[in-house]
Structures are given as C-alpha cells and as structure tokens.
C-alpha cells in the first residue's frame, strides 16, 4: 500500500471517492446496464452495482480482476445489490450485442487506448439510443508552467523536511524543467493529447457536461511520507484546496476532466 492512495482513507476522499462522485451524479434512472471500461479493481462498478445497477467491468490485467472479484464475493451488501460481473478482456477485442447498455463509462483510460477514435465508436455501438457516455480523463499536455511551478514548491518543500520519496534538482528553474519533462516530453509510453480525445467525444456524443478538476495533487499524495497522519490529512486537505483555488481562478491549467454526452446519430 505505500506508493498507493489507498493506504488512508482520506485520501480517496480527495481522489477517488471525488471521481466516483461525479459519476455518481452523471447517472440519471434506475437499474440500468453499465459498462465500465478499464475497471481496474472495480471500485467504481461495485458501488453502482450498490446502487442497483446491472454492471460489467473489463480490464485486460488479470490480477487486478482477481481483486475486483475477491472484493465482489466478499461485499457485505452482495445480496441486495444489481448484477455485477468482471471480465478479463481487452476493449479492443471484447464486444456485446450493439445497443446493450444505458451507460459506458471510462474512468482513467482512454488516454491510455490507442486509436481513442475507434474506442469511442465502439462505446457508441453498444450504446442504447439516448445512452450515455461517462468520461473522466487526464490530458496530460495541458500542464503549464505555472502548475509545474506550484508542483515544484510543493515537492521541494516536502523533500526538505524528509517527507517525499523522490528527488527533485535544487535549483527552481531546473526543477520546474524536470516536472515539465517528466509530465511532457519524457514519456516512454504513448499516451493521448487532450485534443485526440476531446474531438471524437464531440463528434459521437451530444455533450450535456464539460468541466475540469484537481489532479496533480493525486501524484504529491502518492509520494509524500508524513509520519503522522493528522499532518498528513491536514497538507493533503490543503494542496487539494490550493490546486481547485489555482483552477477556479484560472492560474493553472487543469488536467483532469470530466465530459458527458448522449449517443448522438451519426
Ligand atoms: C489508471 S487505471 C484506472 C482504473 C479505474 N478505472 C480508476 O478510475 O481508478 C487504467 C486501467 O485501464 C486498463 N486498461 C488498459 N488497457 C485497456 C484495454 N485495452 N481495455 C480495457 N482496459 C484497459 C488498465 O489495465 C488499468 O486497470
């Protein structure tokens, strides 16, 4: 659990538990078919199969799915709660009869898939009519200066007192360069740009919500030590509200966002 955000429960509060929120609150109806694309340990599609919703996640990372599952067999509200089923599949090679589900959702993926183009396309084909699609996604290339420079402060600052696992160089213009790589230019993997996503969501789906929210703090919580964990809770708490006050008032560019669109007829 070091390097993971849930070793506190506070914070998934700021992260995960935010995220599922927004989802939570793009579901309009009752008992409907939901598709999660790259579930990883199913948090999400558990929770909407709480809800009473018929879930399926696929992730192609097996163990991850034997997590999901072991979660799912020992859920305390597994008798009250909708259908719920984990698949071992590539989104790339897994299909269903078109026009199945209500909902298809990604959470942190579509960046990751290749082609997002022919991905969404295959999200509109399993959709219902008047079906809905849930994304909540990292552009990567929207970081600027300004955030990195915050990210910068923040990280140098924890480093000094021992309170953060990596190391950046001690000179601010050369740190800020480093966060500035590491985020855009050193990337190993490929990775989609935000415009490669945007596009084709505007293209297939009659977008009803677009907004932008907190992410780099999600890459500070994962590294930073604080031994004791009222600090811990406390900094979080603050770098959380810093990063929203830097977004709302447009200092910083966000990296996170959130879009919800009806399948539209194309
Ligand atoms: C960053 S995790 C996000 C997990 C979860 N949705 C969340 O919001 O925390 C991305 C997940 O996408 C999965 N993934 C990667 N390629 C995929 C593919 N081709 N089809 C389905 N899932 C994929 C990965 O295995 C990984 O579990």
Redesign the pocket.
């Known amino acids: 659990m070091k390097d993971s955000l849930w070793r506190q429960p506070y914070l998934i509060e700021l992260t995960?538990a935010d995220?599922f929120r927004r989802v939570e609150d793009s579901i309009r109806g009752r008992n409907l078919k939901i598709l999660?694309?790259?579930?990883?340990?199913g948090?999400?599609s558990l929770e909407l199969a709480r809800m009473g919703h018929d879930v399926v996640g696929?992730?192609?990372?097996d163990k991850?799915i034997r997590i999901a599952r072991r979660t799912m067999e020992t859920d305390p509200y597994g008798k009250s709660r909708g259908d719920l089923r984990y698949e071992i599949?590539?989104?790339?090679k897994?299909s269903d009869d078109p026009g199945t589900y209500d909902v298809v959702?990604?959470?942190?993926?579509l960046h990751?898939?290749l082609h997002p183009g022919k991905i969404l396309s295959r999200a509109h084909h399993l959709l219902k009519n008047g079906g809905r699609l849930i994304c909540?996604e990292y552009a990567y290339d929207r970081i600027d200066r300004r955030a990195a420079t915050w990210l910068y402060q923040i990280r140098r600052a924890l480093e000094l007192t021992g309170w953060y696992s990596s190391h950046l160089p001690v000179d601010p213009r050369e740190g800020v360069d480093a966060i500035m790589n590491d985020a855009l230019y050193g990337r190993k993997e490929h990775i989609n740009k935000f415009e490669e996503m945007r596009h084709p969501l505007e293209q297939l789906f009659h977008g009803e919500h677009f907004s932008w929210h907190c992410y780099y703090c999600w890459d500070v919580f994962r590294e930073m030590r604080i031994p004791d964990q009222r600090r811990e809770k406390a900094l979080a708490g603050l770098f959380n509200g810093m990063e929203q006050l830097l977004i709302d008032s447009l200092e910083i560019q966000p990296a996170l966002f959130h879009f919800m669109g009806t399948k539209a007829t194309v």
């Open positions: 995960y995220n999660e694309v790259g579930c990883g340990t948090f999400m696929i992730d192609p990372n991850i599949a590539d989104f790339n897994w959702l990604f959470s942190r993926v990751d898939l909540l």
